[in-house]
């Protein structure tokens, strides 16, 4: 579902080189056990793409050869990967800091009811998604039940100490808006979360990650069927920050798809745009031990803008 495409190569974003590799984000497999209208991964229930055990072993040789400090796990559920596990402890094993991208209701699936214990004794942080504090808001747009369940998620990693400051298990939050607009400001809706969910449900988190939706796969489409995707394009480039490029995730990151190929970041790995390397096509994870990938250029087009407009927006939240 790559309809999107032509229109974000008509628009010309700045250049970006990188700075560096610390972060290694994996995309286990795109089978979800939700599939919401926001999803630039075009998750769900019924995709069968799922990372093998000899690519996870390749995942885990680069952790060894290179100087990975986060290894950054998505999907889909990427716990829903037979070999999650398997992964995390040896990236644990090693030092290295492991972050699940977690949508909070796989903890109540079968199969997976003891995964917040593993999660904890593993010292894994959790970044969990919660689109809004409000029931109707989150249903709306994730499925019926979704919020009770990610409620019942978050009060689960509370009681095995996450979110408890100084626990050492820390749990985020990640907000997206429900249509075509920005975000609001990061810090002044992170206090609202707080103040409602522990008004609430007696809920507490670390802190909150503000995401703005990428005009790419279920949410480009949706932009396109309702005619609104020119106008999310000029607001995005409208709010464009050039102080925003010095931090965008792209340049520290690489992003690496369920067969092992590497992207410049989970975006680009959706619209099929890999990562320039040695005049290749794509690369390999596994063509990569070794290599030093400081200055080399980044692949870049019209949606770069999500992450640059306004307070700017990555995987890690907002950056200005």
Not at 221 to 232: M, N, P, V
Not at 242 to 259: F, H, K, P, Q
Not at 279 to 301: F, N, Y
């Amino acid at each position: 579902m790559l309809e999107t495409l032509p229109r974000l190569e008509q628009t010309v974003f700045p250049p970006l080189t990188r700075e560096g590799v610390d972060t290694l984000q994996v995309n286990l497999g795109y089978r979800c056990n939700q599939q919401c209208l926001h999803c630039h991964v075009n998750a769900g229930p019924k995709r069968e793409e799922n990372m093998q055990a000899e690519t996870v072993d390749t995942v885990l040789a680069y952790l060894a050869a290179a100087d990975i400090t986060t290894l950054d796990l998505t999907g889909g559920a990427p716990e829903m990967n037979p070999h999650f596990r398997r992964l995390v402890r040896t990236a644990r094993a090693r030092g290295v800091h492991v972050m699940d991208r977690c949508n909070l209701t796989i903890l109540e699936e079968p199969g997976h009811e003891d995964l917040a214990e593993f999660l904890a004794a593993q010292g894994v942080e959790v970044v969990a998604s919660l689109p809004c504090y409000s029931e109707a808001n989150v249903d709306g747009q994730r499925g019926k039940g979704v919020f009770a369940a990610s409620i019942r998620g978050l009060q689960r990693l509370n009681a095995l100490g996450y979110g408890q400051g100084d626990s050492g298990l820390r749990l985020s939050l990640v907000y997206n808006p429900g249509g075509a607009f920005l975000p609001p400001a990061q810090a002044a809706l992170e206090a609202d979360y707080k103040r409602r969910l522990d008004e609430d449900f007696g809920i507490h988190f670390d802190q909150l990650l503000t995401l703005a939706n990428m005009p790419i796969q279920r949410f480009g489409s949706s932009l396109i069927s309702k005619g609104q995707f020119d106008d999310y394009m000029a607001l995005l480039q409208g709010a464009h920050s050039e102080a925003n490029l010095a931090t965008v995730m792209c340049r520290n990151l690489l992003s690496v798809d369920w067969r092992g190929y590497v992207f410049d970041c989970d975006f680009n790995q959706m619209l099929g745009l890999p990562l320039q390397q040695g005049g290749k096509a794509r690369s390999h994870l596994s063509e990569l031990m070794g290599v030093d990938l400081r200055g080399a250029p980044i692949v870049v087009r019209g949606h770069c803008y999500g992450c640059t407009a306004g307070q700017g927006s990555s995987c890690g939240g907002a950056l200005a």
